[in-house]
């Protein structure tokens, strides 16, 4: 693939290459970090800026954590560095659910599933991912929630080398993609299996105030990941990734609402930390129509403004990351857009009179 020279990324290429490094290695780094950039740190793992609107990836015990529903539909899609060439692409989709309300004495199940795909730089790097959910929750009183769950599925990852360049194709002035690139793939497509677990814990000590925090790990069985054959001395384990997670809903009068929240994660050497917050302010008296604007910020990597709109059981959020690390200088702080739709409902007209009875989230 040819760049022009003021490229920056082209310009790391050959000063690698001259150094005896292969361009096909440093492109697939580009896309990891792709995936989950900071200003110290890269890592590999999947994400969205709304963590809160992505919860099945956040933490499957946050599968069927519905204070006021009985199920939800959502989708999330991120494009990542469009000013770029190295561009990024994740989408999901999710639905989980309240099941055995009946079966538990002051508790019951949720079951749910998330699809996750991926697609990076320029080889077309392709992740997809593939998980069933399961969590339990148990009212602790009437001011408390504890709930535990986890999530195991199928992972997929796919790049075409056709696509890549490589340091044995350069002849001098070009790269000449009729030439051998030198490498020795062992497959060009993986899969294997995945499992998450994760532990929540909400309080609610009023109708108008309501608190949750939470933990997970994911790639509990430590799978392994890799196009080439096992060398002695190379680990290609996937590092287990720690997320914990604190937010509240806090209504302040009856037309305004706010939701702070803070986000922490860590992979192997990677760490990410995000907090700020986001309000809904009732526009139409009875809640049906709100409004919602926040602000968020990740540590040394971006300054997140979001804007959104929430009718009856339907809510549409977006975010912007603006760049503020030194990605700056090449993005002109074009990070990325994400979009989160969401949709909440019922099972019947008695479910939605009983759930005003549990676990009460302040609403207008």
């Not at 075409?160 to 350069?170: A, G, I, L, M, S």
């Not at 706010?258 to 526009?283: C, D, M, R, W």
């Not at 019922?346 to 009875?357: A, E």
């Not at 549990?358 to 207008?364: A, D, L, S, T």
Request: with cysteine.
């Amino acid at each position: 693939m040819r760049f022009s020279w003021s490229d920056p990324l082209h310009t790391v290429l050959v000063f690698l290459r001259r150094r005896g490094v292969r361009a096909f290695y440093v492109w697939l780094s580009l896309a990891a970090v792709g995936s989950w950039y900071t200003s110290a740190v890269q890592g590999q793992d999947l994400h969205f800026s709304q963590f809160f609107n992505s919860p099945l990836t956040t933490n499957p015990a946050n599968t069927g954590f519905l204070p006021e529903h009985d199920y939800r539909l959502g989708a999330n899609y991120r494009q990542q560095w469009a000013s770029i060439p190295a561009q990024f692409k994740t989408m999901s989709i999710f639905g989980d659910a309240q099941a055995f309300r009946d079966r538990f004495e002051s508790g019951w199940m949720g079951l749910g599933g998330v699809i996750l795909r991926d697609v990076a730089g320029s080889g077309n790097l392709t992740s997809t991912k593939v998980y069933g959910s399961a969590a339990y929750h148990q009212m602790l009183g009437t001011t408390g929630l504890l709930s535990v769950g986890f999530n195991i599925g199928w992972a997929n990852k796919r790049v075409d080398v056709n696509k890549f360049t490589y340091d044995n194709q350069w002849n001098g002035k070009y790269f000449d993609a009729g030439a051998p690139s030198g490498e020795n793939f062992s497959s060009t497509n993986i899969s294997y299996l995945d499992v998450q677990a994760g532990l929540n814990y909400a309080y609610f000590p009023s109708d108008n105030v309501y608190l949750h925090v939470g933990a997970s790990v994911h790639h509990v069985n430590s799978p392994r990941e890799t196009f080439f054959s096992n060398t002695p001395g190379y680990d290609n384990t996937i590092a287990k990734r720690y997320i914990g997670f604190a937010d509240a809903v806090i209504k302040l009068n009856d037309r305004v609402i706010i939701s702070p929240g803070v986000y922490y994660t860590t992979q192997a050497k990677s760490n990410e930390f995000t907090l700020g917050l986001h309000g809904n302010y009732n526009l139409s008296g009875d809640g049906e129509v709100q409004v919602i604007g926040g602000l968020y910020y990740r540590g040394g990597d971006a300054v997140i403004p979001m804007l959104g709109f929430e009718w009856k059981s339907v809510r549409l959020t977006f975010t912007y990351d603006a760049t503020t690390s030194s990605l700056k200088n090449y993005n002109n702080m074009q990070g990325a857009s994400e979009f989160a739709l969401i949709y909440q409902g019922y099972y019947n007209q008695f479910n939605q009179n009983l759930r005003q009875t549990q676990c009460p989230v302040p609403r207008f």
